[in-house]
């Protein structure tokens, strides 16, 4: 969305995009299906236009899945489920998973979206050095990288060191892959992001 703000309007010239997460204070600490996974974090990525044609976004993707939206969530606390003491001694104001959803579902959705990206970039997945997906699931990481006959090293993993961080997960993924020195000048990288709603955002840069 930044560099889309950048493009269209010259008076967009820095752009701070910053994620932040902070879920810990709405979790059940005695539901382990939430809180072994969910934990908080920042990070922030700083976007600058430039006039050059070999360096920044060469596309970017939005996705919808609305038949998930009430798969998981908070469900006490607002105008249709006012905040009371029994909502409260059932972990309603807290975060919970209602359905379990499909473990191929995330792999599915951004192995799709990658190919369309690529296509519409007029590259193969063969030509993106790194990739950068949500760190919901290292399992699911690796099966999009199977998908798409990509070495598992080409994705970056950091969950196991944060757990899931929400949407501070693509910045601090981006910030450990620089801080390894792995990333050259001229690399394509393919930022891929989903969450709850379902909601998928993709983009593939050349850095």
């Not at 969910?38 to 060469?58: H, R």
């Not at 606390?77 to 919970?96: C, D, F, M, N, W």
């Amino acid at each position: 969305m930044a560099s889309k703000y950048i493009q269209a309007d010259e008076s967009y010239r820095n752009v701070l995009v910053i994620g932040g997460y902070a879920m810990s204070k709405y979790l059940n600490m005695a539901d382990k299906k939430t809180v072994t996974l969910f934990a908080d974090g920042a990070g922030a990525v700083l976007l600058q236009a430039q006039e050059t044609e070999t360096t920044g976004q060469l596309v970017s993707m939005l996705k919808t899945k609305g038949e998930y939206n009430e798969w998981m969530g908070i469900y006490g606390g607002g105008s249709k489920y006012p905040v009371t003491a029994e909502r409260i001694s059932r972990h309603e104001h807290q975060l919970a998973f209602v359905r379990k959803f499909p473990k191929e579902l995330n792999a599915e959705v951004w192995t799709a979206m990658i190919k369309e990206m690529c296509l519409k970039a007029k590259i193969s997945p063969d030509n993106i050095s790194h990739y950068i997906l949500t760190q919901i699931n290292v399992h699911t990481i690796r099966e999009t990288m199977d998908r798409l006959n990509q070495a598992h090293e080409k994705a970056v993993e950091i969950m196991h060191n944060f757990g899931y961080t929400g949407s501070a997960c693509i910045p601090m993924a981006f910030h450990t892959l620089m801080e390894s020195g792995k990333i050259n000048k001229g690399d394509i990288i393919c930022f891929l992001g989903s969450g709850g709603g379902l909601a998928f955002a993709g983009t593939i840069f050349r850095y």
